[in-house]
């Protein structure tokens, strides 16, 4: 990575910004590392996006930039979640083959998978049936962000590469009472709880389904590991038209299990209550992550430490506001 250019695009977001870390720590000079605000550059903006890489010319490019939202957001907004997911991922691909990028990293996200997906979720499973009607526009963008990497690769002999995180969590994620995904929205609920000595904390559900978490650093470390992978070593797990890479913890939780991990981290110890009668979702979604194992990644942050570590990083945020 010496003397190396990366555009890191989505730099603000949690996934953005934990890759920049890692990057640092790996011995990365900032200086090396280009990024731009919305406000700098609207990635949606095809002739803006031409003249940055015209004028920056990165060596690497990491596209974690994304329209992103919890369900219902997603359903209240699906043209949007469409659009401009499907215009950045093709104005930022094309233009780093343009400039001749050679390597780029995409990435995804789990909701490619069919819904009734077997479990664990192996990459063969991509477009093997419906998609999960809630958040479909947004898969749909994603699906075709891997198709477009794939597309250069075939066609140009482009080194585009693609991961799927599941769910992750960690600093820098969003606590925001309505807008937040599991983890943080019980980080939150918690903590309020805790400060107000409620009795009792109801949680949606049965508390079974059963669901993966993956501690962001774990995720940037696995982007940054796959991007710098030998062509060989890649190449020996992927086939040209499915070249997506899964990345994932290795094993799950019921939403019953991480409550009460939850409860524990923040020191909360009044009950923990299922509401039966809320719906449960997808009974199980368990990413297989044996193709990035076998290249030699794996994760080092379990749930618990990683749960501490965002409570922390929550808590930094309240009181710096």
Same mark, same amino acid.
């Given at each position: 990575?010496?003397?190396?250019?990366?555009?890191?695009?989505?730099?603000?977001?949690?996934?953005?910004?934990?890759?920049?870390?890692?990057?640092?720590?790996? @011995?990365?000079?900032?200086?090396?590392?280009?990024?731009?605000?919305?406000?700098?550059?609207?990635?949606?903006?095809?002739?803006?996006?031409?003249?940055?890489?015209?004028?920056?010319?990165?060596?690497?490019?990491?596209?974690?930039?994304?329209?992103?939202? @919890?369900?219902?957001?997603?359903?209240?907004?699906?043209?949007?979640?469409?659009?401009?997911?499907?215009?950045?991922?093709?104005?930022?691909?094309?233009?780093?083959?343009?400039?001749?990028?050679?390597?780029?990293?995409?990435?995804?996200?789990?909701?490619?998978?069919?819904?009734?997906?077997?479990?664990?979720?192996?990459?063969?499973?991509?477009?093997?049936?419906?998609?999960?009607?809630?958040?479909?526009?947004?898969?749909?963008?994603?699906?075709?962000? +891997?198709?477009?990497?794939?597309?250069?690769?075939?066609?140009?002999?482009?080194?585009?590469?693609?991961?799927?995180?599941?769910?992750?969590?960690?600093?820098?994620?969003?606590?925001?009472?309505?807008?937040?995904?599991?983890?943080?929205?019980?980080?939150?609920?918690?903590?309020?709880?805790?400060?107000?000595?409620?009795?009792?904390?109801? +949680?949606?559900?049965?508390?079974?389904?059963?669901?993966?978490?993956?501690?962001?650093?774990?995720?940037?470390?696995?982007?940054?590991?796959?991007?710098?992978?030998?062509?060989?070593?890649?190449?020996?797990?992927?086939?040209?038209?499915?070249?997506? +890479?899964?990345?994932?913890?290795?094993?799950?939780?019921? +939403?019953?299990?991480?409550?009460?991990?939850?409860?524990?981290?923040?020191?909360?110890?009044?009950?923990?209550?299922?509401?039966?009668?809320?719906?449960? @979702?997808?009974?199980?979604?368990?990413?297989?992550?044996?193709?990035?194992?076998?290249? @030699?990644?794996?994760?080092?942050?379990?749930?618990?430490?990683?749960?501490?570590?965002?409570?922390?990083?929550?808590?930094?945020?309240?009181?710096?506001?």
């Amino acid at each position: 990575m010496k003397n190396k250019k990366i555009y890191v695009a989505g730099h603000r977001g949690m996934v953005g910004r934990a890759i920049i870390r890692v990057l640092l720590d790996q @011995g990365v000079e900032l200086s090396q590392i280009v990024t731009r605000t919305h406000s700098e550059l609207d990635l949606i903006d095809q002739s803006a996006v031409e003249g940055f890489f015209a004028s920056e010319r990165p060596d690497q490019v990491y596209l974690a930039a994304a329209k992103v939202g @919890g369900i219902h957001a997603n359903n209240t907004f699906p043209a949007e979640f469409i659009y401009e997911n499907l215009m950045v991922q093709a104005n930022v691909i094309h233009a780093a083959h343009r400039h001749n990028v050679q390597q780029l990293l995409f990435l995804g996200s789990s909701c490619i998978y069919p819904k009734l997906v077997p479990q664990p979720m192996a990459e063969t499973a991509l477009l093997t049936g419906p998609l999960e009607p809630t958040n479909e526009p947004y898969a749909i963008a994603k699906i075709a962000g +891997i198709k477009i990497c794939e597309s250069y690769n075939r066609q140009y002999g482009r080194d585009y590469r693609s991961v799927m995180p599941t769910n992750l969590y960690g600093p820098g994620d969003n606590y925001h009472p309505e807008n937040s995904h599991v983890v943080p929205a019980l980080i939150r609920r918690f903590h309020e709880a805790k400060v107000s000595a409620a009795p009792e904390v109801t +949680i949606w559900g049965s508390g079974s389904p059963r669901r993966e978490f993956l501690y962001v650093e774990d995720m940037a470390k696995a982007s940054v590991f796959v991007m710098n992978l030998a062509p060989e070593v890649y190449q020996e797990q992927v086939q040209p038209q499915l070249s997506l +890479i899964n990345v994932g913890f290795g094993s799950d939780v019921t +939403i019953a299990e991480l409550a009460q991990t939850v409860a524990r981290v923040i020191g909360y110890q009044g009950r923990i209550v299922f509401d039966a009668t809320k719906p449960d @979702g997808t009974p199980r979604k368990l990413m297989d992550s044996s193709r990035l194992l076998a290249m @030699g990644w794996k994760p080092s942050v379990d749930l618990e430490q990683g749960l501490a570590l965002a409570y922390e990083d929550m808590q930094h945020g309240m009181r710096g506001q």
